[in-house]
Nanobody, 115 residues
């Protein structure tokens, strides 16, 4: 059973930075296009960044230039560096595959940005 465990969230002031990590069981990170998703209260989950197995990246317009997605295949870990955080980035952040059938969602990590 695939397990995705997100960490690194917290409370930060607007303009601050956080680095999220997603630890995956097995070689999930290496074998799949991976993405970071977020869900704000009362809103649908949205894909904010993704990285292919060939390290091509995609960013939603709302985070472009501020967030950077990366992967460490040797550590089976996906990262999301978030800079210049805004109040509207407040959400629970999850990792999962970016294409194909989603794995079971992990618990996510809460990011709260104070204005």
């Amino acid at each position: 059973q695939v397990q995705l465990v997100e960490s690194g969230g917290g409370l930060v002031q607007a303009g601050g930075s956080l680095r999220l990590s997603c630890a995956a069981s097995g070689s999930i990170i290496e074998a799949h296009d991976m993405g970071w998703y977020r869900q704000a209260p009362g809103q649908q989950i949205e894909l904010v960044a993704s990285i292919t197995t060939r390290d091509s990246t995609y960013y939603a317009d709302s985070v472009k230039g501020r967030f950077t997605i990366s992967r460490d295949n040797a550590k089976n870990t996906l990262y999301l560096q978030m800079n210049s955080l805004k109040f509207e980035d407040t959400a629970v952040y999850h990792c999962n595959v970016a294409t194909g059938v989603l794995f079971d969602w992990g618990r996510g990590t809460q990011v709260t940005v104070s204005s």
